[in-house]
DNA sequence: GATGAATGAGTGTTCATTCAT
DNA sequence: AATGAATGAACACTCATTCAT
């Protein structure tokens, strides 16, 4: 995307196209009221995060939503047509949040590594705060999400290769500004999306006690580095 | 790990302990015959295996199982004592691959980079090569494993997380040794065990056209070289 | 049992506790309601006595019952949690009518014979009434509880257990007071309890034609004139 | 039954005809082999009879059975046509064993009550021996049998009901010959034949410690007390 | 005769969803 | 809008019986 001021940028609009309806507007019509908007709806899908999140969606009962929700069976009906409905918003929460976090990085001309590092890394930090910020979401998206049924495992395909694409398109980019390293920029996009869900499942699913700026500073640290010491020079 | 010639190496043998049981033999006694093995409990797992992957364990009938194994509903809980087992010995059985492909790495003395990044490249060719080989099995580890019970989920927690413990201290040695770059070397190996699952979910589920040599350079570049360009130097 | 006012009596207490819990009120709370009681309940259990009387428990499925109810398999177990509590249940409530028709007799002061024969013939027709009442009831405690589980064999077993406990402890104070035949009195138990039982299965099972006033005084007559004492004579 | 000398007896071929097939030649054609009988027979015979009166029939599988006769599961069809078929032979086997046991009361001429009780004392003795020989046999009639399935119920219902006309029958001879007390013979013997299922149950089950002689006795005094003539009196 | 792998009809139970009130 | 009693399709699993060897 070749801007017009000359400079380069990628914009984020083809990853919101992920997703099958915007989210944004998800609330119930409930045209005459303004204010004390029925908080019911909410109740629903706090109580059936927290309780998927913890028992997985196939071992949480529409009972044990209600339960938590305090609403009777009925009513759980009124505001969604079925328990996938409910599972499907939240998913589709947890993919908005990481694509809304998802900013474009500008070189600048000439191109500024310095600047684009920082970039880098507020965009990391971005993505992995709109995650680690409700740990029952993380663990939807990484550990219950995936495997369900062919819709849910469709939606989430087309998250993730409309991700890799923009990750992979912005590679390339750079890669013709010289500020990405040559190489198969697809799987270099692969990589690093990998890397950041590793790290999302290992704080949400394993448990591990990981502070965020800290992962932010070492995937930033590897994205410009690698892992492995260079006695000098590159890769023979 | 301190050998005693003074060369440093990670043996691998507390990653099998992840196992709950070995399960490298795990077909019935059937003692006396020693051609014409049975060829039912092979075809109960191919079919399940199949099966799990396409649509899910939860979605996956015994009727299902059967019809594709072509047996009869008896004849499944010969082999197996439940629907859980089958898919129990499926998920050990990816498992007990991805362990086995994992290697020490030996450095030497003094330590020779240019060794250490071959076997790191070997390693990496490994692990995905062990996974690669089976797209359903390796769906399984990816997407099919985690949201079921509590059981397969604290496997697959321990599985990851003593390949992580591993890793990590590979990498602590690594550093010792000045092979490794400084740095946090949990998160370190938290990201490369984030960047290869997602080389195999992109494959897996994704259905990514991955070619496996060059993922491995691309993974073994990323390690010694990150991904970004450097201007001079590393990150300020 | 000795009384302050020199009279003995037996208690029926100790057979209440034969009873796991108290049966008389095992309708489900409902609270707000007045009128209109479920009448599905009884319409379940009502289905399965007889069913249960008729085929026995094992060849009575949960198809049969919700057939004969009227009602579709779910609402089944809205009121029961398994088919064993339909049972068990309607168990109990045999065993609380017999139990509870069981009364104390007072011989009074001096003993007078003939009012214990009265009230011997009164306990026995308490005893044939309550089960005459309802043969699938009276079929089902001598017919089809036993070759059950274990539990079941446990409860009957301890019902009659106390029952006998209870009759032969009265006929002890009974030959203390010189109005029962001296011998084994667990025995004379036994065999009284053999005949109230021998009675119900012959009506209920063998389908006799019993008169309940017949029978009452033919066992009267037996139990008079075989276990009670007289003037002269006995066994020689 | 009125014999051309004058006595009256009670002959028990009437009570053999209520056994469907002659249980006495149940043994398997195998014509040939006149040594050796094949001892598989009796060996199914007897797992199953022990483990039908431990377990009951309905939770004693076909593999109960085989294993604890030490014979393959095809060998037992070989034996019987189903599992139904041993639980007859067994049932029948009671039944024959009861019968057998039942020997008719000559009271002589002119009729001599010390010989009729003598000998009424000795057919509860053989009654009571025939089943507290083999307590698994005798757990079997009383707990088993009952209940299980139409045929069985049947069969015992004609069993049952031959053996109280049987001794209906004797009674009032008995009555007519003045060694038996005038009332309803049938409901006597209703109430005499469940004396005798009574003691055997809570030997069989109820698993009270019962001494045989002790028993008979104490049957007898009731018979005698309660059943038959006294010189003077009678219920008042 | 003896075997045991294979069978499939049958079971009790669950749970997302509906609908009369 | 709110309710919760009622629904019934779907499920994993069992076990007496058969039959090719």
Redesign the interface.
Known sequence: MEKSDGTASISHDSLLSALPNNVTESTPASAGQTIARSTKREDILQAAKHLFARS????TGISDIIKRAGIARGTFYLYFKSKKAVFDELVEDVLFRVIDSAKPVIPGEPPD??A??RQ?RINIAHALGALLSDRNLAKLL???A?????DT?NK??EF??AL?DWLAES?TE?QEL????P??S???A??????????I??WA????D?DIH??VE??????????????RG???
Not at 219 to 226: D, F, K, N, S, Y
Request: charged content about 20%.
């Open positions: 997985g969606y196939h071992f590594m310095d684009v590092i880098v990484v550990s219950q995936e495997g369900l049924d062919h495992e989430l395909r993730y290769g890799t590679l750079g010289g500020i990405v390293r190489g198969n697809r799987l270099m692969i990589a690093a999306i990998g890397m950041l869900r590793g790290m499942w290992a699913v394993g448990e591990e990981i800290e992962a070492e995937l930033a640290a590897i994205a410009v580095e690698g892992i492995l010491m260079r006695s590159g890769i023979q």
